[in-house]
């Protein structure tokens, strides 16, 4: 069972769109990251949202958690080649999940801009 | 800020072989640590964590193995690969605390079993 879904899995845009990937729960997560990832890397931390209704940016990426905690939001306007990647987001427990720190993550959403 | 460190990056190993994949932090002490296998560029799954020296659980059951012989070195292992073991080796940190916390990959190791 996947706690988080993520929606669309695969996104193939233009430069100069924009567009949104979303993360879905029926829990509800004490915060949300958002990570990217390239071929032969690892993931890396893009950003930590910890209040519901939270709005985050990053540039031209707008990060938002929702107002129950359960769902998030990644919005690149302007995309450009440099944004593709696989994007992860993963819900960090509480109570003993962050003590032992488990994050649940997502399938991603592989993201391909073209020029 | 914490680093982790993953050799080797790549790996090509017969079947029935032992596998050695260490993981090194910097930059952290008495760090959380995990171990994680992604499939085809895809989700992560969880395989080991560690919340000390010599603490290690065990997510899922399997034919791998995870060792924490010193604070900041994290050890996962088999003595005999399988083809199903291939694949895409990743080693996390944990940064941050409280509830506000996320994590720092390695670059990981590619596995390929041959």
């Known amino acids: 069972t996947q706690l988080l879904e993520q929606s669309p899995q695969f996104l193939s845009i233009q430069e100069g769109e924009n567009l949104t990937v979303y993360c879905n729960s029926s829990s509800v997560f004490s915060s949300l990251q958002w990570y990217r990832q390239e071929p032969g890397e690892g993931p890396v931390l893009l950003v930590t949202?910890?209040?519901?209704?939270e709005v985050k940016k990053l540039k031209r990426l707008t990060f938002q958690f929702g107002d129950a905690r359960k769902d998030s939001s990644l919005h690149i306007t302007a995309a450009q080649p440099g944004d593709t990647g696989l994007y992860l987001c993963?819900?960090?427990?509480?109570?003993?999940?962050?003590?032992?720190?488990?994050?649940?993550f997502g399938r991603g959403t592989q993201l391909t801009v073209w020029p | 800020s914490q680093t982790i460190h993953q050799w080797p990056a790549t790996l090509v190993q017969p079947v029935g072989s032992p596998l050695s994949l260490e993981c090194t932090v910097e930059g952290t002490s008495n760090p959380n640590l995990y171990w994680y296998r992604q499939a085809a560029g895809r989700g992560l799954q969880l395989l080991f964590y560690s919340i000390g020296i010599g603490q290690i659980s065990s997510e899922v059951p399997q034919n791998l193995s995870a060792s924490r012989p010193q604070d900041r070195q994290f050890i996962l292992s088999s003595k005999k690969l399988l083809l199903s073991d291939s694949g895409f080796y990743l080693c996390a940190g944990r940064r941050g605390t409280g509830s506000s916390y996320g994590y720092t990959f390695g670059s990981g190791t590619r596995l390929t079993v041959v």
């Open positions: 949202v910890v209040t519901g209704g």
């Open positions: 993963a819900g960090a427990g509480g109570g003993r999940g962050s003590t032992l720190g488990r994050l649940y």
